[in-house]
């Protein structure tokens, strides 16, 4: 029997254990998925929780629904991967071995990072929307809150899902509108970035539509700290922007887990082959989502594309047959601009978003880059389609590698 | 793609106006592109910071993070700041004749 151990059982572990798991021999491979936790969330609804449209029911189920059966599952801490001698240490002491292993254990926040964000008050005038805690502590601020001085800072890059702390400004001032208090709300999005997206001709747009909303924009801005006292956030060259309500996006992290093993770089990530997703490093690993290194995305899209090439990657490396499936960075994101429209951005490595339509060329029904309702019912659509097929290892109406068709440039 | 003159020779810059070629770059250069990012001056830390940043893009192919800057060269990402402003790891990057970090997205 051959080995294969899954670390993480989040969206790219899930998805890449049922691609697997159905096309493998099932009287040759005995396949084990790692993780800490029973639940699986449906990160990109944490967004819509601070605004009252999702409760936390509409973003968790067990995870135990999506994997294969079959596949051995172990709830653990993993203590650290021994690459060199092709074992697993789990916290509880138990000892996995494996002949192929693949990392997936994705990226967390980390606001101890920053000096003052966890002190005091936190998740009580300062917040965040990527853990569920803090997405509906938020909601609960909201709920009574009658308006002052609203900062969302990003700390540092890389972030998973770069486009939803703009989708976080929007959705606030539709819901501010709608409250009728948006007259007493300063939405302020304070970026270490030198505009409101990374790639110019989105960064171009998103920022003009910003504009539009009345939602003020401070780039380049580098968090040193918060001084809970004076209610502000400080730069490291001493800027200080006051806030009555902080929503941050923390320091991003892969698990300590990559740091315990050496693996992983200045930020925990894991050193990958970008056309194969093969370790750089051991040839019995690969790996997927969030965990890599890549400049690509991290985000959900990301994984599932991912999770393409390197099943078929992984195919061919068991069978030492050469392996052909190259991964381009392909990302697309639906990006909610509020009052029931929204975004939609296609990209990989060398090709920045760009306007156009979206699966279809010249049809849609999306559109890139602009907004319209249908972009919107795409978004509230894919809930549905992420735990009925993206998260089953299913085919989507989308290619995995990006292409230019019904793109303008 | 654009070309300039520097100290009397045509230099070509990629589209995020850093230095195109590695070839191109010598501590000269350095000193007339730092004077274009506003900083008059290169002091010994300066050096140390863009002598790390080319002996890394060097051996991996990267510029690194202004993480990867504090955790291992020794300098604290307050004085990073204070070196090069806004963006110390772009600007230091620019400085010495790298292509931009490519740590987003």
Not at chain 1, 235 to 250: A, C, F, G, K
Not at chain 2, 52 to 66: D, L, Q, T
Request: overall charge negative.
């Amino acid at each position: 029997m051959k080995k294969l151990l899954i670390l993480g059982g989040g969206t790219a572990g899930t998805i890449i254990a049922n691609k697997l798991h159905e096309a493998l021999d099932q009287s040759k491979w005995h396949i084990t998925i790692v993780d800490k936790s029973e639940t699986h969330y449906y990160q990109p609804g944490f967004l819509f929780i601070p605004f009252g449209i999702y409760t936390s029911k509409d973003v968790m189920k067990p995870k135990r629904d999506f994997y294969p059966r079959g596949v051995e599952v172990v709830i653990a801490e993993i203590d650290k991967i021994d690459a060199g001698n092709n074992r697993v240490l789990l916290k509880n002491n138990q000892i996995l071995s494996y002949d192929y292993l693949i990392i997936a254990t994705g990226t967390h926040i980390h606001p101890e990072e920053t000096e003052g964000l966890i002190d005091g008050n936190w998740h009580k005038d300062k917040f965040d929307f990527y853990t569920l805690e803090g997405a509906c502590a938020l909601q609960n601020f909201f709920k009574s809150w009658e308006g002052g001085k609203l900062v969302l800072n990003i700390v540092e890059m890389p972030i998973k899902c770069p486009v939803a702390p703009l989708e976080f400004l929007f959705l606030a001032d539709a819901y501010f509108t709608n409250m009728g208090i948006r007259d007493k709300v300063d939405i302020h999005f304070v970026t270490p970035l030198p505009g409101a997206f990374t790639k110019p001709i989105a960064s171009g747009i998103l920022g003009d539509i910003l504009e539009k909303k009345n939602i003020r924009l401070t780039t380049e801005f580098g968090i040193a700290r918060v001084d809970n006292e004076k209610k502000v956030i400080v730069s490291w060259d001493e800027q200080e922007i006051p806030y009555d309500v902080l929503v941050t996006i923390p320091t991003n992290k892969g698990d300590s887990a990559i740091e315990r093993s050496g693996m992983g770089n200045e930020f925990n990530y894991v050193a990958t082959d970008k056309d194969t997703l093969r370790s750089k490093n051991f040839p019995n690993i690969f790996v997927i989502g969030d965990t890599t290194d890549l400049t690509s995305s991290k985000a959900g899209s990301v994984a599932h594309f991912e999770a393409e090439i390197l099943y078929d990657n992984f195919l061919n490396a068991v069978e030492e047959r050469p392996m052909r499936a190259k991964f381009d960075g392909h990302a697309n994101c639906f990006i909610e601009s509020g009052f029931g429209k929204g975004l939609l951005i296609d990209f990989n490595f060398d090709v920045e978003p760009l306007p156009g339509k979206y699966p279809l060329p010249g049809i849609g029904p999306f559109s890139l880059l602009q907004e319209t309702k249908m972009n919107h019912y795409g978004k509230v659509m894919f809930r549905w389609m992420y735990w009925n097929l993206l998260l089953r290892g299913q085919e989507l109406p989308v290619t995995s590698n990006m292409t230019m068709a019904g793109k303008r440039y | 793609m654009a070309a300039r003159e520097i100290l009397g020779k045509m230099l070509e810059f990629d589209t995020d106006n850093h230095l195109k070629n590695r070839d191109d770059w010598n501590e000269q250069v350095a000193i007339e592109l730092a004077k274009e990012e506003g900083i008059l001056e290169l002091t010994d830390r300066h050096w140390l910071v863009i002598n790390f940043m080319r002996k890394e893009y060097m051996e991996k192919g990267n510029a690194p993070s202004i993480r990867k800057l504090t955790k291992e060269s020794g300098v604290e990402t307050k004085e990073l700041y204070s070196l090069f402003p806004k963006g110390p790891a772009k600007k230091a990057a620019k400085v010495a004749g790298l292509p931009k970090p490519t740590g987003c997205i």
